[in-house]
């Protein structure tokens, strides 16, 4: 007799209850995905505001092939109509400079908002990609305290998302030598 | 990739998910807790996936350590003492020696032995889905199969 062949036979017949999945599939369909793409947030909005300066101004986008003048008077019609048209929510609030973010970053950490932190090889995340506690707070720490340089990324890349209690999420990486970039910024950072 | 939604989702992998928690709780009513649970982390995760081989290992992987999380609960193990008879092998038509052979391990045989004989996985795949390295993964299912050896030894089975 064969092991493999009784064990599968048997729990072949056990399967979920056809209620329970029905239940399930309902919930899944009401429940949205935690995670927010900001980036993509943020080009749809772009893309709506370029639209909407377009019609808003009735003339038409400036074209860089004809060096951009269109119309005269057509940076200060810009301005006023980007300027406040979407009340973008990030994260960061209204931090521009990327040391604000960083500042922001930081400060979520200090505040002990942090909820779980997590590190994998690629950008995919899940449960197994969760630091111990120790681990977790020990590296909070050096985040919170990192400093701008401009020293080079060098080693392997990890992938981090931080999650905190507010519900924002924060992705950024980090290299083998202590290097860290925000998602959301330009300029690099280095913990101790 | 595409997109499953959630009926597609369920359709293809609730039976998979509630098959490990089954394995491991032996309990109807955890095993859908578990299955819930990981369903739901599946939609709040928002992942993608480059092929099914991956889809099919996050959830099993999360399946594995949703059951762990759930089998330390004060609450689990109490509840596992009351329910202990209350499972749902009384509803199923009917079961071989083999069912409750592999019913009598501890918990954790039972996860290896579910992998590797239901799932057909390959050791390097299970080693990943149980966060453990290929060496204890083949020592646990070496074990796994002396103790199923040594309950089985009167009917000789081809493992």
Redesign the interface.
Known sequence: ????D??????S?????EE??NQ??K???N?????INIKMITAAVSAVAVIALAIGAGTAIPDEKDGGIALKGETAVSQTLTEGLFDIDVWYGHAESDDEIYAVFAGLISEGSLETLYCSDDS?????DIPDRAEMNELAEKLAAAVRTNEKAIGAEKRCMAVFSSGEIVKFSIWDNGIVKLDDCAEIYKIN | MEKMT??M??EKY??MV??IA??RTQN?HD??DI??EV???Y??????FSDEEHRKA?LL??AV??GNTFVKTAWFRHRADLDEAAD?TEA??E??E??YA?KDLPEKYRVI??LF??EELPIKNICNIL?ISETAAKSRLHRAREM?KEK?KE?????
Do not use: C
Request: hydrophobic share 40%; net charge neutral; no cysteine.
């Open positions: 007799m064969n092991f493999k009784e064990y599968k036979r048997d729990y017949q056990i399967a979920a209850d329970f999945i399930l599939e919930k899944m369909n429940t949205a995905p935690a995670k995919m995340f899940d449960d197994t | 959630a009926e989702l369920l609730s039976d509630y098959r089954y394995a109807t095993a859908q299955t819930q369903f739901l982390k939609i709040k995760s928002g992942k993608e996050w992987r999360v350590n949703t749902m199923m038509p079961k071989s083999v069912y592999v032995v579910h004989y239901f966060g199923l089985l009917a000789d089975y081809e493992f």
